[in-house]
């Protein structure tokens, strides 16, 4: 969900894993969040339409850690006891 912050209301629920999401990082500059799940993919969020851009598989776990790093890249950390850098771009 997207709340704001002011009011307290949502703005918006966000759906398309299949299970329940374990990591969440947000994606600065882009208007974007980062979604890890127990499905083991990663989904690309844009926030100002609500729509799934991207998703991401590749792991055998669950998707537990999440970051942004400082080239703009996506790192991810799974319970398949892996990290992997992706380019979203």
């Given at each position: 969900?997207?709340?704001?912050?002011?009011?307290?209301?949502?703005?918006?629920?966000?759906?398309?894993?299949?299970?329940?999401?374990?990591?969440?990082?947000?994606?600065?500059?882009?208007?974007?969040?980062?979604?890890?799940?127990?499905?083991?993919?990663?989904?690309?969020?844009?926030?100002?339409?609500?729509?799934?851009?991207?998703t991401l598989t590749g792991h055998s776990g669950?998707?537990?850690?999440l970051c942004v790093l400082d080239d703009g890249?996506?790192?991810?950390?799974?319970?398949?006891?892996?990290?992997?850098?992706?380019n979203t771009e």
């Amino acid at each position: 969900k997207i709340w704001n912050t002011e009011t307290g209301q949502c703005d918006q629920t966000l759906t398309g894993h299949s299970w329940g999401i374990t990591a969440l990082c947000v994606v600065v500059g882009i208007g974007h969040v980062a979604s890890g799940s127990r499905d083991w993919n990663i989904k690309i969020w844009n926030t100002e339409t609500g729509q799934c851009d991207l998703t991401l598989t590749g792991h055998s776990g669950w998707v537990t850690a999440l970051c942004v790093l400082d080239d703009g890249r996506l790192a991810s950390g799974s319970h398949d006891r892996t990290i992997k850098i992706w380019n979203t771009e």
